[in-house]
């Protein structure tokens, strides 16, 4: 299975900002939107990925100031990303490796998704009770 079949399952909305959105602005859309990172844009190309960790981070090392910033002030960059063909174990080992949460899945440099280690996590164990279940009514019926 691959990070395209994730992106099915999960619908085709993507929040992102762009690179001069404010840092205070992103904290009320990850808060208002209950997600943790958020692809950061320049003219429509992913230059980095702004989340919760980044801004913690930031706000660590310079206080409150961070949120007079913009996201490409804070976010990190550049984005670590995937294609829709990569595997989703591949996406996960990627994620596992590299630390991270976030992934934006680009096609021809194109943003067509942002996939979170727990959209992956979810997959898999759809997948693996699915196969459990089929498992399970075969050998009833045998």
Do not use: C, W
Not at 30 to 35: E, N, P, S, T, V
Not at 101 to 110: E, K, N
């Amino acid at each position: 299975m691959t990070v395209a079949a994730v992106l099915r399952n999960k619908g085709g909305t993507i929040i992102s900002v762009r690179e001069d959105t404010g840092v205070e602005e992103v904290v009320k859309l990850l808060a208002d939107a209950r997600i943790g990172a958020v692809p950061v844009l320049r003219d429509g190309a992913v230059v980095g990925v702004l989340s919760e960790r980044d801004i913690v981070h930031e706000l660590a090392a310079q206080g409150s100031a961070i949120v007079e910033r913009t996201a490409a002030a804070a976010m990190t960059s550049p984005a670590i990303t995937a294609d829709p063909t990569m595997p989703v174990l591949a996406a996960l080992s990627l994620m596992t490796q590299r630390r991270i949460r976030h992934l934006p899945v680009l096609d021809a440099g194109a943003l067509v998704g942002f996939v979170s280690i727990g959209d992956l996590v979810k997959f898999r164990i759809d997948g693996i009770e699915a196969e459990a279940a089929a498992l399970r009514s075969y050998i009833g019926s045998a």
